[in-house]
């Protein structure tokens, strides 16, 4: 007697497309596509180091679709689409950074229990 063991799809560590977006300073926007899970969630908070500063920008889930999160810091949004909850979309508004400022910004994403982080950096 023999038994066999496998693991599903569920247990696999999230995959992407890329681990890390570029955006312009001047605006502009880019997209992860997660590759082995349907849906995705964002963490609700950013972890943004903008030139010498650090700091937290906590968005609340959106009510009407619990399946789309999405962090707004004033002049970036990162959000998981409704339409297509396996994409991660960024981008930061035209003219509200300098073009010399350092941008990295650092935002956590899931599906049950797994769990990722992507990263946005200025170009």
């Not at 007697?1 to 890329?18: D, Q, T, W, Y």
């Not at 977006?21 to 502009?28: E, K, L």
């Not at 960024?90 to 950074?97: D, N, P, R, T, V």
Request: aromatic share 8%; hydrophobic share 35%; glycine share 8%.
């Amino acid at each position: 007697m023999g038994a066999i063991l496998s693991c599903s799809k569920e247990e696999e560590p999230i995959r992407l497309n890329k681990n890390t977006m570029y955006i312009s300073n001047n605006g502009g926007s880019d997209t992860i596509m997660v590759l082995n899970y349907h849906q995705i969630c964002l963490s609700g908070e950013a972890k943004v180091h903008l030139n010498d500063s650090v700091f937290w920008v906590r968005s609340e889930q959106n009510t009407q679709y619990q399946e789309q999160f999405e962090v707004e810091g004033g002049w970036f949004k990162i959000i998981v689409p409704y339409k297509t909850p396996n994409l991660i979309v960024a981008s930061i508004e035209e003219g509200k950074l300098n073009p010399d400022d350092n941008v990295h910004i650092i935002v956590g994403i899931s599906n049950a229990d797994k769990f990722g982080r992507i990263e946005i950096k200025s170009k």
